[in-house]
């Protein structure tokens, strides 16, 4: 398998946890946004979308983060990120959500960047409206994971989840931008439990090929 990634990429984040927690091992292709490369025919042959992650695999190119992980749950399913029954995987998938499709898009460096050039707002600008959709949503979502965490060490339940793999990569983001993590002690108690686990601890940014020395 090959994954067209970035070392910084919250979405590719994710894709690099499931991969790890599943065992896989998988060649890493930095894809660096900020020097365009993600622009390049090459790369729109691959993915389309022109967007990181997009993983290679079994002769085919996926990508969204999310339908690579569920993919890649229905091909491996030892371990599995998502419970057994409706109800379990239907509340995971919430939360999943809740960052994947709430927060994040809000948050991705495209937007950030927009915000910058074409609307003109200063840095202090960007941080703020970083900051306030990082509120609105761990807001919700910190209650959510009381209800369903056992022991404040996952999202739900008491193994990893598709909402664990979701949720490492968006607290890293929130103390990059510094955004005031104090409100949500169940949040940041889970991630800081999984960021001790083995495949997370691999998937971090700073271990990519690609970071920066």
């Not at 990181?52 to 079994?58: F, G, S």
């Not at 509120?135 to 209650?143: I, N, Q, T, V």
């Not at 949500?184 to 108690?189: C, F, Q």
């Amino acid at each position: 398998m090959k994954l067209y990634t970035l070392f910084r990429s919250s979405a590719a984040y994710r894709v690099r946890i499931a991969l790890n927690l599943k065992g896989l091992s998988y060649e890493s292709v930095g894809v660096a946004l900020a020097k365009g490369e993600h622009r390049t025919a090459e790369y729109a042959a691959i993915n389309p979308q022109q967007l990181i992650p997009a993983l290679v695999a079994d002769g085919t190119v996926l990508n969204q983060s999310l339908a690579i992980i569920e993919y890649l749950d229905e091909i491996y399913p030892d371990r599995p990120l998502l419970p057994p029954d409706p109800l379990g995987r239907a509340r995971v998938r919430s939360m999943a959500l809740a960052i994947a499709c709430d927060i994040h898009p809000l948050n991705n460096l495209r937007v950030l960047n927009y915000l910058r050039t074409r609307l003109r707002q200063h840095e202090a600008g960007v941080n703020a409206w970083y900051r306030h959709w990082i509120a609105e949503g761990f807001a919700g979502l910190e209650k959510q994971v009381r209800e369903y965490s056992i022991g404040q060490r996952y999202c739900y339940g008491d193994d990893v989840s598709l909402a664990d793999i979701c949720l490492v990569p968006q607290i890293y983001n929130a103390r990059r931008f510094e955004c005031d993590l104090g409100p949500y002690p169940t949040l940041v108690a889970i991630s800081t439990h999984l960021e001790s686990l083995a495949p997370f601890a691999a998937a971090r940014p700073e271990a990519q090929p690609d970071a920066p020395a």
